[in-house]
């Protein structure tokens, strides 16, 4: 279960109340990479290995896409929530990420939070070159079926979601997390897991997009990337370098493209609005 139930005292304009609120899971998973401490991520629990497996592609902690290590349980707390486990990864497969890794903490809120320095940023040069285009009046359509799947969202108004889909608006994935890039990394691991990364060609997130989420979208060849709300500076940056489509707050039948817009068309008629002074 990704939700708790917790009492509180709620104060209204004319009243105060009891209340008992479900809210959103928040646990330390602690990860070891050849029984050494690698990183602790701060994550909803449930789809732990999907998390672990997209983390590992996103970060370039292991090269080999077809490569699974070997994940065994160390340790559970008193609720049978998972808070240690132990990946063997041969060296051979070891990526630079692993070199250039995180310190022991990684908080919900930020993917880059405890990292000991920014990280490998070899991938700048490189770019995606998909020229397929998609209507951009599809991407509300999508943000409908990913809401459709916010559970843990509707029960406790504290969850981020992030869904994969084909050019043509099929769902391939959808996943919850208080982590707006641990939801990023599950979908990634998850679409891993069944061999469906390569059908992968659009990503919506349900709140901002910071760079480092751009990132992922990069590391995973996904040439689309759609947030409901705003962009940073600094995803629009890379969006612009790395040859990702950006749209962002897609919401109330609107969204705006901030990146690489050749790869976007509309079948809907505008007419033309004069902004000149009268």
Partial sequence: MA??????????????NKTLDSLTIEEALQININNKPFTVSMRTPGEDISLIRGMLHSEDIVKNINFMPDIVLKKENDDGIVTIVNLTIPEEELGDGYSNSRSLLSV?????????????????????????????????????????????????GGAHAAAAFTNTGELLCSMEDIGRHNAVDKVIGKLILLNKLDQAKIITVSGRVSYEIVVKCFKAKIPFLAAVSAPSSLAVDYSKELG????????????????????????????DIDTKAS
């Fill in 108 to 156: 919900s809120s930020c993917g880059i939070c405890g990292r000991t320095e920014l990280g490998d940023l070899s991938f700048l040069g490189k770019t995606i070159d998909d020229t397929e285009i998609i209507d951009v009046n599809i991407i509300h359509q999508l943000f409908t079926k990913m809401s459709a799947l916010q559970h843990n969202f509707n029960q406790s």
């Fill in 3 to 16: 939700i708790r139930n917790y009492e509180g005292k709620k104060y209204e304009v004319d009243s105060v």
């Fill in 244 to 271: 990702i489509t950006l749209l962002a707050f897609c919401r109330n039948q609107r969204a705006t493209c901030y990146s690489n817009p050749y790869r976007t068309k509309t079948t809907k008629q505008f007419r």
